[in-house]
């Protein structure tokens, strides 16, 4: 006998299993899955005719939830995958009437505001990024992971909350992080960029009408030039990457020639990582996950290996399910 192909959603509102309850109004879910430095999010549109979306069933702004998306016979008959999109926070509410919707937004951040919120002055000394982001996830009840080679601070002043002076720190050398499942991730995308990709996507796979591409020079660098004052010598030191016409200047404090470097050639890969972009839509697979690699082929020069910057996932109240790309070419 041939199953049908299932889409659906299952989701917990406070620790407590709503899914059942929620099922016949849930209009359209969707799920953004980040593999840069911005947060996960998702919304959810509600049919709210019933009045108990006005009153006791509207979410409280900074409640858990914490959804799967789940298929079964998706690929092929007896197959079922999940997809757990971690615990996030209600940080949006909207309503609109006639008809009645009510929009539920949530992002993967920590429900206790003092990581984004809460300012500290702090001056962090002969310390590295790991042990830094393990201080301030201790203090915030976060777990900590770091993929990455880790990197020595000799001093860095802190004059802002916890989450934007991390993220500053982490990008000054290359390294993403993210907060996930109520953990910080810290990651190193030009590693990640490396991996083998995990799926080659062809015109057959792809959704008419939903391919774009671009490339440009613009915000793009061949090299640069950092400068940064020996304190103790009182001299300035410049060390210089690459070569050409676009080369990138800057002017801010390093420990050593060999920091000076890593700054600079963080910087660059920064700038340059999204030179060359794709976006695409195809049939939903909850097996493939941002910050992974894809090939792309049967698009002539625009063929490539594409580190996945993002991974949209629309569900609607009809079962369907699609994933929604978008990509920067490795290499360039």
Not at 64 to 83: F, M, R, Y
Not at 104 to 115: E, L, M, N, Q
Not at 133 to 156: F, G, H, P, Y
Not at 165 to 189: A, H, P
């Amino acid at each position: 006998m041939f199953l049908p192909r299932q889409a659906f959603l299952s989701v917990e509102y406070n620790d407590n299993d709503m899914t059942a309850d929620i099922k016949n109004d849930v209009e359209s879910f969707t799920f953004t899955d980040s593999g840069s430095d911005s947060s996960d999010s998702l919304s959810i549109k509600v049919n709210a005719s019933n009045v108990k979306w006005k009153n006791g069933w509207m979410p409280d702004i900074a409640a858990k939830l914490h959804p799967k998306l789940c298929t079964k016979n998706w690929i092929v008959q007896g197959d079922s995958a999940e997809l757990d999109c971690g615990v996030l926070v209600v940080d949006d509410l909207g309503f609109t009437g006639c008809p009645d919707v009510l929009t539920i937004g949530a992002v993967a951040r920590p429900s206790d505001t003092g990581f984004h919120e809460r300012n500290r002055e702090q001056v962090w000394k002969n310390t590295s990024i790991q042990r830094i982001a393990s201080t301030i996830a201790e203090r915030n009840s976060l777990q900590c992971s770091m993929d990455a080679e880790d990197v020595d601070i000799a001093i860095k002043e802190q004059d802002d909350n916890d989450s934007a002076f991390l993220k500053s720190l982490c990008e000054t050398y290359g390294l993403i992080l993210k907060v996930y499942m109520g953990k910080i991730w810290i990651f190193d995308r030009e590693k990640y960029k490396q991996k083998d990709a995990v799926r080659t996507f062809t015109p057959a796979d792809i959704v008419p009408g939903s391919f774009s591409w671009n490339t440009t020079l613009a915000g793009t660098y061949t090299g640069g030039v950092f400068t940064y004052t020996n304190q103790r010598k009182k001299v300035n030191i410049n060390v210089t990457v690459g070569s050409g016409d676009r080369m990138l200047k800057l002017n801010q404090y390093a420990s050593s020639e060999a920091d000076a470097k890593r700054q600079l050639e963080a910087a660059i890969a920064m700038k340059n990582h999204s030179n060359t972009t794709v976006s695409f839509k195809t049939m939903g697979d909850l097996n493939i996950h941002a910050t992974q690699c894809v090939n792309i082929q049967g698009y002539g020069k625009m063929d490539g290996k594409y580190y996945l910057d993002s991974i949209t996932r629309p569900l609607d109240n009809s079962g369907g399910l699609t994933n929604e790309y978008a990509g920067s070419r490795v290499g360039g």
